[in-house]
């Protein structure tokens, strides 16, 4: 009896994927462009170990790694940028054009060792991808579990579907992709100084400007309406996260997002994914211009700020209103404003929310202890809030449990209507 076997169809050992790559030059170096499916990743780039920090990158950090498999699995309309790996000879270029631009790129797996790429850029995002793999495999193996068992028809079909919703997620792993870009350079030591350059070159983005482009969190969609109170319309700095004594504005961008957060989950708080879900925009910016309301008819300092006149024009050495509340009151710290929208927060919660009059008048009696820095004869020092106050201050101590304790003080004072303030 003879058996025919085509040895074609059997699988020669592979230890390399083939991409179509555009082939550039840059600083000297070939660069190849390529785009990946998310899922090869793990398989051309190092995954990186937490644990271990490899000598040519810095250590990374596991839960952001884990955190961007996650906004992968989330967001339908992920966006992320090319990654950049170096190539110190192990990859293979076949031109099909003539001016040798394009190409089909054969590039050697991580797993290979010899020859295979290593990141510059993009380490975290390698790592995320490979645990999102691995809990999306580790599910599938749990489901297959435990429909192995008996179980009712109920049951079944919904581990049928969570199956199917799990397949679902790993074909997108395979169907999208990512750039990278390839950078050809076999010296080792100024591979290093690559890595070093991207580090020094790349400018993060600020937490204001994170608040006015992340429509993802309530508190930073809803900032273009709450900014134009007329409290903070003019005021508020699009750039910087710091208010230095020369910024002419009262607050940044990034501090009427946490103030938002201040007045709908307190001081010390986050706004809860369920929150974030069922909380409308509409809700948030009526709350917030509340409060803003609130704080700009109970404290003379801030009555005044809101009334400057911006079309003004302003000689060279003129302070702003904004300047001069750092200078001289407790308002012009965006600390205590946090603290002052958690006490709103904390008045208006519950089925017999204060009324906003009457929160009004209670900040009232606050103004004349606004003063900055604080004396020692301050309420801020001389009662249980003067542990939330280094002596000669001019803002709380913005520790979390120093901000939640000063919350509650202030709260408890309403709640026993001191004469004393």
Not at 127 to 144: H, M, N, P, Y
Not at 198 to 207: R, T
Not at 309 to 331: C, G, I, P, V
Request: net charge neutral.
């Amino acid at each position: 009896m003879s058996i025919d076997v085509n040895p074609l169809r059997l699988s020669k050992p592979q230890d390399s994927s083939t991409y179509l790559a555009m082939k550039t030059v840059q600083g000297g170096r070939a660069v190849y462009s390529i785009r990946v499916p998310l899922l090869d990743l793990p398989t051309i780039l190092p995954v990186p170990d937490p644990n271990n920090v490899d000598k040519d990158n810095r250590k990374v950090d596991r839960l952001h790694a884990k955190q961007f498999g996650e906004y992968l699995d989330s967001k339908q309309d992920w966006v992320a940028p090319a990654l950049l790996a170096r190539d110190s000879g192990g990859c293979s270029f076949e031109k099909v054009d003539e001016q040798g631009a394009v190409g089909y790129l054969a590039v050697p797996w991580a797993l290979g060792g010899i020859g295979s790429l290593r990141t510059i850029d993009g380490q975290h995002r390698v790592l995320g991808v490979s645990i999102e793999k691995q809990r999306i495999t580790d599910a599938i193996a749990a489901v297959d579990r435990e429909m192995a068992r008996r179980v009712s028809p109920e049951k079944e079909a919904k581990l049928k579907a969570e199956r199917e919703k799990l397949i679902g997620q790993m074909n997108r792993l395979k169907a999208e992709y990512v750039g990278l870009d390839i950078y050809v350079e076999l010296d080792p030591i100024k591979a290093q100084q690559m890595f070093v350059d991207v580090a020094d070159n790349a400018k993060g983005i600020s937490s204001a400007v994170r608040a006015r482009f992340d429509s993802y969190k309530v508190a930073n969609r809803t900032l273009s309406d709450v900014i134009d109170h007329p409290l903070l319309k003019g005021r508020v700095d699009a750039e910087q996260d710091r208010m230095t004594a020369k910024n002419p504005n009262l607050m940044g961008a990034k501090h009427v997002a946490d103030i938002t957060r201040a007045v709908i989950a307190g001081a010390g708080g986050r706004i809860s994914k369920k929150a974030e879900q069922t909380l409308t925009d509409g809700e948030v910016i009526e709350q917030v211009k509340d409060f803003l309301d609130v704080i700009s008819n109970a404290f003379v300092d801030l009555s005044a700020v809101t009334e400057e006149d911006l079309e003004k024009e302003r000689k060279a050495d003129e302070l702003t209103m904004a300047q001069q509340l750092r200078r001289t009151s407790l308002l012009g710290s965006v600390g205590m404003l946090r603290v002052l929208g958690g006490v709103f927060r904390e008045l208006r919660a519950g089925d017999n929310p204060v009324e906003l009059d009457d929160i009004t008048e209670f900040f009232k009696r606050l103004d004349p202890h606004m003063a900055a820095p604080v004396a020692e004869t301050s309420i801020w020092r001389t009662t249980e809030a003067s542990v939330d106050f280094e002596p000669n201050a001019a803002a709380p101590i913005m520790r979390t449990q120093n901000i939640v304790h000063l919350v509650r003080t202030i709260t408890n004072w309403y709640k026993k209507a001191p004469t004393t303030l």
